[in-house]
């Protein structure tokens, strides 16, 4: 199997965190100035999915529930279980603060709905 099919099939794991309040399934993005990819992390499903769906992510860990907790794991070591976080590296050119607001206020659709429905890069 292909490291790109296995990230496609991480993303039907990709649960929300049973015990997280809303407030506690937050989406950060970090990077310097000296570097060219940003880390995203988030605990939010639906950012998550299309996350692993991104052409351009590469997936350096993700949280998955094991007894009563999470673990940050290597995508291969997921083995069926649930994903409730997913940590990323992804071009800094793929980001854009648009001047605009989205007419969706959904956070899934910070990350275009197209990465996931088609896999195809904006």
């Known amino acids: 199997m292909s490291a790109e099919a296995a990230t496609e099939d991480l993303g039907g794991l990709v649960r929300e965190h049973p015990d997280l309040t809303p407030a506690e399934k937050e989406t950060t993005v970090r990077f310097a100035k000296d570097q060219d990819r940003a880390t995203v992390f988030t605990a939010e499903a639906g950012v998550g999915r299309r996350l692993l769906a991104h052409p351009r992510a590469d997936v350096q860990d993700v949280n998955v529930l094991e007894d009563g907790g999470t673990r940050p794991v290597a995508p291969s070591e997921v083995s069926g279980r ?6 990323v590296s992804i071009p800094v050119g793929a980001l854009k603060v648009a001047l605009s607001a989205r ?3 959904g956070h ?5 709905e197209r990465v996931y429905s088609d896999g195809a890069s904006e």
């Open 103 to 105: 007419s969706a206020s």
């Open 82 to 87: 649930d994903i409730v976080g997913v940590r």
């Open 108 to 112: 899934a659709e910070v990350v275009s």
